[in-house]
């Protein structure tokens, strides 16, 4: 029988084996993987090789004399432009918004293997597990979805670098389809270089072409545009800068160490070069791998919470269901107008309250703010949402004359609320309104609505609209900020009359509107929204 002490020692040992396997995995998989090969190059025979100029990025900030007829500057996508070392939370938006969230669940699995492998192994398991299967014709993450994360990932250093260059040529080791959108119509550059993806019979099969290609491609722009150049100048990391043979065609390179990425200043959105107005998809935060796997464990809690919160809303009245959603986590503010409260000019026909629209439910909130039954008039709602909707809705036409007479018959029946934008907007924009509104009644009220998620949109253009209140609702602690404004005169009583001061009302409307909001005013509409994240004019998946 074995004794006291050598049981003791049995133990100890197996502690001692357990934690040193422990100690050893988390030194795997949450230290970055160091590839021996990439410090083969360092920083002393860099500088040797061949009598190149080769610089640390930040000289090239007292590069003054560059001509923009006379430079062609080339830029590594990830290490001179991204500030964020990892190419993980961009692969998580590719398989979540195109995948769904069981191709998301796989990639997350595999981010441990991830962190042991390469970094050129890694980005073939990801590419395979994001893109295997997908249809390239539906396929839109690349143009409606990642630009806005890309965008907020963009360092002021290299933006600033880029406004010196003349032509620009971005290249990456990541397929072109992910970037190549991003880089054209947000920052002009005029050449993408990237991997392609392999196509059979419409679909990808989540394998990257041979890096020969894509170098191929690389060197034939410089050859074709670098005619007549003086300056022809390479950006990018210690790893990648002779990855596509920079060192035959650039005059000078500059490198981009882990120190310069560290202390550089992501943009913000006014200093974009192009306004960020529409995007997609349901994620509203950046997938990286600690906030994706809370995530995953928040959706079991949240669909709950979501159940109880629909319940609440539909089933119940205003002074049970306010409290039980501010329970919940649920944030709803109102800013009251004491003079509209005070005044009653509306005799026999209803008041119309005219709102920016943020989510499918902003009438159903103003109507829990001011604690009364209104009729919401709708261009586009889907089956399931009209019939769960606690409060009357009405389906317009877009028809302008059958649109009048539907919205006149509701008014002598009450209190009417329209979205005239038509559809809705995520950013800080507002866009065009439609100016049907200014024509049935005098007594207008503006409202100006605003929203705020931390996990989920609850809105989209590609996706099924029966699921927006939905994912709005699931989010940990969604908020609305209702702001009652002064009201205004509709059309019988605006000064000048006619055709045109029918849209004068409507604009007067959408400046007060965005005045209060803080908010940009465009001429967009809601068919330029969906050609531009969808590639239709907005036809509504219905379920």
């Not at 009644?441 to 989209?460: E, L, R």
Request: proline share 5%; hydrophobic share 40%; with cysteine.
């Amino acid at each position: 029988m074995p004794s006291f002490h050598s049981t003791k020692n049995t133990m100890a040992k197996f502690f001692m084996n357990y934690f040193s396997f422990f100690f050893f995995l988390y030194r795997l998989v949450f230290k970055p993987s160091k590839n021996p090969k990439a410090f083969h190059r360092t920083a002393s025979n860099i500088h040797a090789n061949e009598g190149k100029l080769y610089h640390k990025y930040p000289s090239f900030a007292h590069r003054a004399n560059l001509s923009k007829d006379q430079t062609l500057l080339l830029f590594n996508v990830e290490d001179a432009l991204l500030k964020s070392p990892s190419l993980f939370p961009y692969f998580m938006l590719v398989a979540f918004e195109a995948g769904g969230l069981l191709r998301a669940f796989v990639l997350i699995l595999s981010y441990p293997l991830l962190r042991l492998v390469g970094e050129d192994m890694g980005l073939k398991i990801m590419v395979f597990v994001c893109f295997f299967g997908v249809k390239t014709k539906s396929f839109r993450v690349g143009s409606a979805v990642l630009p806005k994360f890309f965008l907020e990932d963009v360092a002021v250093e290299t933006l600033e670098v880029l406004k010196k260059g003349g032509k620009k040529v971005g290249f990456s080791n990541v397929p072109r389809v992910m970037i190549e959108s991003f880089l054209r119509d947000y920052l002009d550059i005029d050449f993408v270089v990237g991997r392609e993806v392999k196509v059979f019979r419409g679909y990808f099969l989540g394998v990257m072409e041979d890096k020969k290609q894509s170098n191929a491609a690389l060197e034939t722009i410089i050859g074709s545009q670098g005619l007549g150049i003086c300056d022809v100048i390479g950006i990018s990391g210690f790893k990648g800068s002779l990855q596509y043979h920079l060192s035959s065609h650039c005059k000078e390179i500059y490198l981009v160490r882990k120190a310069d990425k560290r202390s550089w200043q992501r943009i913000r959105r006014d200093e974009y070069l192009k306004p960020l107005i529409f995007h997609d998809g349901r994620l509203a935060f950046m997938p990286t791998p600690l906030a994706t796997l809370a995530m995953f464990m928040w959706l079991p809690f949240g669909i709950t919470l979501s159940i109880i919160r629909a319940i609440s809303g539909i089933l119940l009245p205003y002074r049970l269901s306010i409290p039980i959603l501010a329970y919940t986590g649920f944030q709803l503010s109102l800013s009251p107008n004491p003079s509209l409260q005070s005044s009653n000019t509306r005799k026999t026909r209803g008041r119309l309250y005219v709102c920016n629209h943020k989510t499918l439910l902003d009438p159903l909130y103003l109507s829990f703010s001011l604690q009364k039954d209104l009729t919401a008039v709708t261009y586009s709602l889907s089956r399931v949402s009209e019939l769960l909707a606690p409060i009357k809705t009405v389906r317009l036409a877009r028809d302008r004359d059958q649109d009048s007479k539907m919205m006149e018959k509701m008014l002598n029946k009450g209190d009417l609320v329209v979205c005239p934008e038509g559809t809705t907007c995520r950013e800080p924009y507002l866009l065009r309104f439609s100016p049907l509104f200014a024509e049935m009644s005098d007594d207008i009220v503006p409202v100006a609505m605003d929203s705020h998620v931390s996990m989920f949109y609850g809105t989209t253009a590609g996706g099924l609209k029966c699921l927006d209140p939905l994912f709005f609702i699931m989010n940990p602690r969604p908020s609305y900020n209702v702001r009652v404004l002064d009201g205004v005169y509709g059309l019988s009583s605006f000064l000048g009359g006619g055709e045109r001061s029918r849209f004068d009302v409507a604009n007067h409307v959408q400046s007060e509107i965005g005045k209060a909001l803080g908010f940009g005013c465009t001429r967009l509409t809601r068919r330029d929204k969906y050609l531009i994240l969808a590639g239709n004019e907005g036809i509504v998946n219905k379920c």
